[in-house]
């Protein structure tokens, strides 16, 4: 299973791509997920060939999305960004481009939900020609508010559906879902990803509450076992937003998603 093991950045929030791609290296790791923001910070064709120096592949890039905003000219902008986002992928080497979706800019969730498939339908054909796969994230139903309109893996399946793309299955986000494991079966070959961590009760935190694998509830190998079956046969990201593990040494980090990945996916 180690194969498939990769790094997502915001795990190890404390490095820059430079410094987490190196520690892949030492532990092991042959796959990172990169964050824009983080490739910003040095450019593009630099994070690049870090990466590709470090003999490192990218599992996916993250984020597009964010779809929904108040006025059609920044609707139009947010898909301008992700065409931009789909050229860093490409230049990354990223086949996958994760949308975090957007949420509503004025309590009118289902008018955020028409603006999130107008824009991924917008971008759809850039996509395709690029040879991006675009893979919607549905997000936990406490993050509708400020980050996703997309709740459920049903939905984010309705959507796939519709406009012919991809899912990404963040374990944090969907193992409450009485229609999950429904949902992955027929979700099958539009996987496009699967992110593991874990849900402690109560969360410290709705965004930087996530764990360790192994440390909360979360049926961790069931799920990854379904998404197996489904025909997900690729990269699996660990990826945790933690203030307490971004405050820890780096490395000390890296040992634990080894042993613990091993352990519980």
Known sequence: MKQRLSLNQMTVDQW???DAAAACKRHGVEWIALWRHKVAEIGV??????????????SSLCRGGMFPAATAEERALRIQDNKLAIDEAVELGAGVL?????AAPDRD??????????????????????????????????????????????????????L????????????????L?????????????????????????HLKGRVMMGDGVIEIKRMREAVDAAGFTGPIEVEIFNQAMWDSPGDEVMAKVVERFALTV
Do not use: T
């Open 16 to 18: 820059g791509v430079r």
């Open 45 to 58: 064709s630099e994070a690049a060939a870090i990466v590709k120096g470090e003999g490192l592949r990218v």
């Open 98 to 102: 994760c949308l975090v979706c957007g």
């Open 109 to 162: 969730v289902q008018g955020a939900r028409r603006m999130i498939e107008d824009g991924i339908a917008a971008v759809v054909p850039y996509a395709r020609e690029r040879g991006v796969r675009l893979g919607i994230e549905p997000l936990h139903p406490m993050f509708c508010s400020d980050r996703s309109a997309i709740c459920s893996l049903r939905q984010a399946n309705e959507l796939a559906e519709r």
């Open 164 to 179: 012919n793309v991809g899912v990404v299955i963040d374990v944090y986000h969907v193992w409450w879902d009485p229609d």
């Open 181 to 205: 494991y429904p949902q992955i079966e027929r979700a099958g070959k539009r996987i496009l990803g699967f992110h593991v961590n874990d849900w402690v009760a109560p969360p410290v935190d």
